[in-house]
């Protein structure tokens, strides 16, 4: 028997009780003799046996998600002072262009031959959930 949990909202991951399960699990599939059960990225499961001895592999492929890439931009950016500065509020229509112009002008000068695969080399691939540590 196989129980999974859908993957678990942002504020749960870091919560100190990320490693609590929900109670109730969104799926309990029954599983037989030579089959094989794919549970989607990030979902959490556990797989019980009947009483007999049971194998239970578990291998996973470390692709790259948009949160990756948008950690490694904001990785990129964190030593811009522009980007470190308080949101333009209320400095008017023009004060708020320009800061949007000059961010996308940062963010495309990570985007050279040299930088744009630059985030697939630097992070490795982590399980969902994990910590990634302090900046």
Do not use: F, N, Y
Not at 59 to 82: I, K
Not at 104 to 112: E, F, H, N
């Amino acid at each position: 028997m196989a129980h999974l949990w859908s993957a678990p909202p942002r504020a749960a991951e870091t919560s100190p009780s990320k490693t609590k399960l929900p109670t109730e699990p969104t799926a309990v599939v029954p599983v037989e003799a030579g089959d094989v059960l794919h549970a989607p990225r990030c979902w959490w499961h556990a797989a019980t046996s009947a009483g007999e001895p049971s194998l239970h592999p578990t291998g996973g492929l470390a692709g790259r998600t948009g949160v990756d890439l948008l950690t490694w931009l904001v990785d990129e950016l964190h030593p811009e002072q522009a980007i470190r500065q308080a949101l333009p509020g209320s400095g008017g229509q023009d004060h708020r262009a320009s800061w949007r112009d000059q961010g996308a002008k940062l963010v495309q000068g990570r985007q050279s031959p040299g930088k744009k695969e630059a985030h697939k080399l630097r992070r490795p691939g982590r399980p969902c959930g994990v910590d990634r540590g302090s900046r």
